[in-house]
């Protein structure tokens, strides 16, 4: 299976190649590949990487200067698929427990890589959740069926490359002047995102306000205790030029954010109450949208549904991020033709990214035309 | 843009083709193609065919011994998609109608097949109905950037072959000797589909289990009146081996389909009640299951985004058909591995099919793995 193997393939490619683009099909040589692909398996590798942050990343409820992630290679003859779990660490995942998971997986037992409903359904069925290691595999499955289809996953998935929205760009809790200074550093946005949920809201808007007028999104991370507060915060960023507000309260409190909901000026959208799909048609007359990202939800095949299932219940839908390199962000932006919004700037907010692929370009999400999610190492 | 232009194209795929399974991205010849891809259009051609039924159709209110279906080809730089309208007369379209609605489509502005979702949206906002006409179109686009992929659809979904259900073949009404023998024919066949609705239903199942005790499935087609008599009616028939029940009374009636639903020994599905993707939040609640079909929802694309919706909503799914030839029937049965139930016989009720694709063996769908729907023209 080396190099021979390779030469065979490459010639019957050739062959298949042309005569797709003559019209007509060649069944010996078209069955010669599948007979060989049939004697290959799937080949996971996966290995620990620390993402280090340009800033103090500070939430409601921590702060922090990496990221741990953990980087997957899956590969089929010859051909190399990538993959990226991220954990920031409140959301339970760790290095060890991903590591822990992908170790249990059996993907040798899969020897057609284009049977990504099956090996996704398998992967997902090992445990109840490790969604982020989960997602490293789907990832790096999608590029490598990418690869081997020969196009990029949003030509695959039939998605116009004009489309991808503008990014918000994370604006961090921090003091006034750092404040200040990060704004400046991010001027090719033409959204900020403001991380809130503390006591010094307004302070944050008034300090972003005073140095620049670009529109706002909001992200309470459940910071706020009640709902007649939350409102009067969401009027003011309404007035302060925000375009919608993440996860006010509480994610179990259903009852407020439906009453919230109602009556918010702008959309209020489920980021820590609506992990998965099956979320949704718990939470989704709670709210005007949701905020989907790959580490919550196990990977872009069920972002893909979870877009489509809440585009057909009339939800927003933003596509959101973690700490990331350009793997798991090049992964998402190939989604992002189908959304209102995206946050899709973990990979601007570290220090060694390791992953070219998608790039930000003056604020807009730009798709590589390589195949699969486009990605090179860097 | 002769024949030099498509030698190009060859030498181009030959390289590109090479270069993707050596794993590296020849940038050059990849931009070539694109630049050259660019300068083609989309045409379509569409003419009408008459579909000549073995038996006469009979429903629970009309028969009939021929269906009209127009038969639609989208052309890409030489490569063709092939694409059906059907059109059983009381669902509203006409060959008239549907080579009207052709007629008005500008697909010429289209310089990119691969940009489905563009595409389709336009399609489908043309005009409000014509659902049939734009599953023609559908149907085209599919195959066609299957082709242009060079691999069948359900591979570039990611679905298993294997997973293909059996189809159920249908029983029509008719004279108990002419029933009898239509079941001797229906041999191959794991699964009888019967139509009732009319006060000869019990008959129909008294003469059908005379002669076997094949597993059974039953569509109303909204012929049953009350809600005391459908249930008696579905519990005889949970007795007489019925996996399912479509549509037992108006598709209007919410609430007695609702409290059918509740007390059902079997599965309630809706068919003329759920239409298209907009109606499945509508009736949900009312049903256990729902019936897609590409001529009643505009093509695989809908299709695929109300099984995952239904799916969601855990509603149980089937795929059903109109009578076609295999050339929309192939289009449906590739969408057939994420399904419960198929009824995908409608080529096999006919004379004069003039496509090979999807084959039916000793009762299921048997998918091809030529490119696109694997359909050639007889």
Redesign the interface.
Known sequence: MGQDR?DF??LS??A???L????T?NNLF?NNI?TNMKSSKLKLKFYPYTLQLKHVFTLAKSSRTTTPVVLTELEY????GYGEASMPPYLGESQESAQAFLAKLDMEQFTNP?????I?SYVDSVTMGNTAAKASVDIALHDL?G?????PLY??W???KSKTPYTSFTIGIDKPDVVRQKVKEAEEFKVLKIKLGRDTDKEMIETIRSVTDKPLTADANQGWKDKHLALDMIEYLKENGALYIEQPMDKNNLDDHAWLSERSPIPVLADEACQR??D??KIYQAYNGINIKLMKCTGV?ESY?MI??AR??NLKVMLGCMTETSCAISAASHLS??VDWADLDGALLINNDIFDGTKIIDGKVVLS???GFGLTKI
Chains 1, 2 share one sequence.
């Open positions: 390779r393939l490459k490619t050739l298949t190649g042309a797709l683009f003559s019209g099909n078209a599948r003859d010859g051909i190399i284009m049977e990504i409903d099956k996704i069926v690869k081997i289809l020969g196009h030509k695959i039939g998605l116009e799909l099956v949704i048609p095949k549904k489509i299932l057909a219940l033709p189908l035309d390589k195949p």
